[in-house]
């Protein structure tokens, strides 16, 4: 049954890398590095916001869902991605860009209610269903820019920003189709849930927000010492050396999902270390099958424009593997509601990020940018590592989660 569950999340994740993958090729042809750049920023700080709104709709909607319901959770919820939005366009538009500010509301908000509609699947163990509307967005959007492209006679990097919200809009109608629930007005704000879903929410989305500052924090030190073709560049980089995560991200969705609904540690423990092991030898296959690829393929594809880009990759793949190891860990700790253990991690390679960064980017640029990545990935991965095998042992667990959440 778990092998049936992982090789259909496989599947969906791979499709979505397909996807991924050709939208990458095509907007880098279409708008070159510098427009990968614009893209790549901005989509980065709208993703900043969009964990702020996640508090009440990712991961404590998971966590919640059995003792709390999805009724009561749905309208808090709601009015937090409301406040939230408002609250980041508002500063946006203070800030003196009108547009910018309608595509973060528009971004965050769409985001935020996917999210939770993603959330409950994965409770309800419904990963049928969010295996196939998780690829929905990328799809939508690659259809889209091509249309605007080839039919609209759009030229313009920023005709991305639309198809992306247009693509939100539809996969979020598509989404509540497969909900059936009843909106409980009455009293639905409850302070006691919003105090639980807050509770757990918020550690969550700052391991979450801390472990993004790890993949993405390089981008804004390119942007400040080289400029935004530089970040184009990195970010396609970025992109396919992260692909591989395919495998990680495939199995530690099922691993989620069984841990939240099954609270025998002896097998969670013993699935959560095989599922760990496989996801490193799977990503080695894969990261091995992307390197041997001759940089003038990825020239061919991408354009001349992104020279250099194996060297890039080749950097970054000790840290990127590491990551793949420690994926199942790190949501093991998550459905166990033992975050902090994620934000001490995260924490680690962060300020190691930082330091090497402002070293390494001014003098080496993409090398230096991603040496800075790689070894802030191997410090929080082996961090993890180091919990899980010294703090997560089996007879502990439980007063590990009192000791560290006290």
Known sequence: ??????????????????????????????????????????????????????????????????????????????????????????????????ENAMFLFGFVALNAVLAFYMSVFVSQQRLRIYNIIIVLPALFSLILVLFCEYILNIHNYRVYYYCYLISLFFTCLISTTFLK?????????????????????????????VQMLNYRLAYYFLLYYIGHKSVGLFSVAVAFSE????????????????????????????????????????????????????????????GVEYAGIKVIMLAMTPGILAIAFVNPIGHFFSARGIQNILIYKSLAGLILLCLLAFILIPNMGHIGAAISITASHIVSSGVLWFWYRKKANLLRVGKLALQINS
Do not use: H
């Open 1 to 98: 049954m778990l092998e049936k569950e992982f090789i259909k999340s496989f599947i969906s994740k791979s499709t979505l890398l397909v996807v991924n993958f050709l939208l990458v090729i095509i907007t880098s042809r279409f708008w070159g590095a510098d427009g990968r750049g614009y893209i790549s920023i901005m989509v980065t700080n709208m993703g900043v916001l969009a964990i702020i709104a996640n508090v009440l709709t990712n991961s404590s909607v998971s966590y919640y869902y059995s003792q709390i319901g999805i009724e009561k959770m749905f309208m808090p919820a709601i009015l937090w991605v409301f406040i939230v939005s408002c609250a980041g366009s508002a500063f946006v538009w203070f800030l003196g860009s009108f």
């Open 181 to 209: 629930f009843k909106i409980q007005f009455s009293n639905s704000v409850s302070i006691t849930n919003v105090k639980l879903l807050m509770s757990y929410g918020w550690k969550n989305e700052l391991s979450g927000f």
């Open 243 to 302: 692909s591989v995560w395919v495998v990680s991200r495939s199995i530690s969705l099922v691993i989620f999902s069984k841990i939240l609904n099954d609270k025998d540690l002896a097998r969670n423990k013993q699935l959560v270390t095989k599922a760990a092991v496989l996801s490193l030898l799977g990503s080695v296959v894969l990261m091995a099958g992307i390197l041997i690829i001759p940089e003038k393929v990825y020239l061919m594809l991408l």
